[in-house]
């Protein structure tokens, strides 16, 4: 048994951030499913862990539980802290903080599933609604994020340089909820590149929901 329990769902992709960062640090972790779409997240045992009722759950054997996924990313940084995933110097803390926060503060938060499902039970949302609900905002993020990316000199073959950090693990999260929902991401060369590194490292690879053992026809 490892020292780490993520309690997490494939498709999530918070739960997908904290996985790469566990397999980018070399981190064991024990891997336990809650299927969302059958509100195992809202059981009693789950809500004990976290009463939020979200995922991913870190749980640290015999000490504690760490929630909210960028909270998680930053923690296991200052835990482990080779490799980086946030730079040495403050600025590019703060560029990397600031990237990874279009997806994870300004995108993501909105387009989720508890947000999309509220749509269409309380305002009747059908598909192609909640299909352009998700455009809307994610374009917006995707658009801000290309912008930064392609002008600034501190990006790399990553977003910052041209190692892995929060920034790349929140944008390679995001890519499959962009794909879930047939964005055309032509627009967005920058990030598909970046996007295209990430797939070619195991870390990233191995964290794709498609891999997990809860995933359909694993």
């Known amino acids: 048994m490892s020292d780490y329990i993520l309690h997490n769902y494939f498709r999530s992709t918070t739960s997908l951030r904290v996985r790469v960062a566990l397999n980018i640090k070399g981190l064991e972790y024990d891997y336990m499913s809650y299927a969302l779409l059958n509100n195992d997240h809202k059981s009693d045992a789950y809500l004990k862990l976290n009463p939020q009722g979200l995922v991913p759950a870190l749980e640290i054997k015999d000490e504690t539980v760490l929630t909210q996924s960028m909270a998680i990313l930053e923690y296991l940084d200052e835990v482990k802290s080779e490799p980086l995933l946030l730079p040495a110097d403050a600025l590019g803390r703060a560029r ?3 990237l990874a926060h279009i997806i994870a503060i300004d995108v993501h938060p909105i387009n989720n599933l508890r947000i999309l499902k509220y749509l269409e039970t309380e305002f009747g949302a059908n598909a192609d609604a909640k299909k352009t609900w998700f ?5 917006a993020g ?3 994020l290309e912008t930064r990316l392609a002008g600034e000199p501190e990006t790399g073959k990553f977003c910052h340089g041209n190692t892995p950090t929060i920034a790349d693990i929140c944008l390679y999260a995001q890519m499959f909820n962009n794909q879930k929902f047939d964005m055309d991401m032509a627009a967005y060369p920058t990030i598909m590149g970046i996007f295209q590194e990430c797939e070619c490292l195991p870390a990233f690879a191995d964290a794709a929901p498609l891999n997990q053992p809860d995933a359909p026809n694993h």
């Open 96 to 98: 990397v903080r600031a």
């Open 135 to 139: 455009h809307e905002w994610a374009h």
């Open 142 to 144: 995707m658009q801000a």
